[in-house]
């Protein structure tokens, strides 16, 4: 349905003469007509359907974090706008931000804008992890685009499995291109060799653990990154792994490569974005920078978060090799079957 900003009639002005009255008489008569549904009240979007425009109170659109919940009262100028809110995740960066991302491809690709994600309740004392968020967002150059901001009426937030839904439009050419140019991509050295960027997932992340939603099994081994890395990246490449200090598995195997363990990761994420290779773990971690990174090769391991046009699947026979062995390193540690 198409919405008529109030802004454009206010800005009408009737300067006298007969002709400018009647003449403002018939576009209010098509502003009626054309709002004859009620387009002015703000439709619930939660748990339904949304695939045509919707119109929803625009809030203030303040990004700072601070004053989202003070910015619910809507929009002193009253303007209607086409678009949805998300809920904000509360877990960490990778997860939240690849969240906001789904939201932000969904208002795409309806037509819509992304308004924001909401953070619902800020008691949670995971709440200043949007703070962190909003750092990454703020250096990435996206902040205007992923921001945080709730509807005046939480019920105007969009259900999660409807943005989620179609994985095969998520990461869309005419989306990734859309949202890549407004990153605020780092300058690189025009000398530098070809660089490769690995992500090994560690931390929390051992044989034993799950995914989520998925039963598929997370770890990828050592002996993984080692093939992915013999068979993708030229014998020239400058390697550097970024993973975590806990790690199931020694690091030291890869001391012939650049290793960080405790990085930023606002640090880590500008060496992804501009890597000529990236080399993926089964984390949303490393899923941002990588849909970001304009003309990297991304080698990507299939689990549940389906992969970006372009980027490359490792063979079967290495992640075949790798989740045995994960297995195995799962009996000798007696910490659950494999599914
Ligand atoms: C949502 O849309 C799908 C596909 O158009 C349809 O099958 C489904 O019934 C709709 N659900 C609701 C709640 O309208
Ligand atoms: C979005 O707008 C474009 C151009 O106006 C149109 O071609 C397309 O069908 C619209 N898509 C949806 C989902 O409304
Ligand atoms: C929010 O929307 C729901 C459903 O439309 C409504 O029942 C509720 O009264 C609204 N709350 C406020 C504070 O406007
Ligand atoms: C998912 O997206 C693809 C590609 O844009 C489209 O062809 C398909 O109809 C969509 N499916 C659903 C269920 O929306
Ligand atoms: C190799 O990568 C590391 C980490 O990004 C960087 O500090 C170093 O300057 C790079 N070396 C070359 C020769 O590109
Ligand atoms: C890891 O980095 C954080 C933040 O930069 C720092 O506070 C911490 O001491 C570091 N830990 C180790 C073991 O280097
Ligand atoms: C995977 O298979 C290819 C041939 O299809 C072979 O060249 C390669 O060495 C194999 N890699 C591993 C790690 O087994």
Redesign the pocket.
């Known amino acids: 349905m198409p919405i008529i900003g109030t802004r454009s009639l206010r800005s009408l002005r009737v300067t006298g003469g007969i002709l400018m009255f009647f003449l403002l008489l018939t576009l209010l008569g098509q502003f009626y007509v054309k709002n004859a549904n009620p387009v002015l009240s703000v439709t619930s979007l939660s748990?339904?359907?949304s695939?045509s425009a919707l119109a929803l109170k625009a809030d203030s659109l303040g990004s700072d974090v601070k004053g989202v919940h003070q910015n619910m009262r809507g929009n002193s100028e009253g303007n209607q706008l086409k678009g949805i809110y998300s809920k904000a995740r509360t877990d960490r960066s990778g997860s939240a931000i690849l969240d906001m991302m789904y939201a932000h491809s969904y208002a795409f690709h309806n037509n819509m804008t992304y308004l924001g994600a909401c953070w619902t309740n800020p008691e949670d004392n995971r709440y200043q992890r949007v703070e962190t968020h909003q750092h990454l967002l703020i250096g990435l150059g996206l902040a205007e685009e992923l921001k945080f901001a709730c509807p005046a009426n939480f019920t105007d937030i969009l259900d999660s499995s409807i943005y989620t839904h179609n994985g095969s439009q998520r990461w869309s050419s005419k989306w990734l291109a859309y949202i890549r140019s407004r990153v605020n991509y780092p300058e690189r050295i025009a000398s530098a060799s070809h660089q490769t960027a690995v992500h090994i997932r560690r931390g929390d992340v051992d044989p034993c653990t799950r995914g989520g939603a998925s039963i598929k099994f997370r770890y990828l081994t050592n002996a993984y990154y080692q093939a992915v890395i013999d068979t993708f990246v030229p014998t020239n490449s400058n390697v550097t792994i970024y993973s975590q200090l806990k790690s199931y598995e020694s690091l030291g195997d890869f001391q012939k490569y650049n290793v960080f363990v405790n990085t930023s990761m606002a640090d880590t994420w500008r060496e992804m974005m501009t890597a000529d290779t990236i080399i993926l773990s089964r984390s949303s971690f490393s899923f941002v920078p990588a849909i970001l990174n304009k003309h990297g090769t991304v080698l990507y391991a299939p689990f549940w978060i389906p992969k970006a046009n372009g980027w490359k699947t490792v063979p079967e026979n290495i992640t075949k090799q790798s989740d045995f062995d994960s297995s195995r390193l799962r009996a000798a540690a007696g910490c659950g079957r494999s599914p």
């Open positions: 748990k339904r359907n695939s």
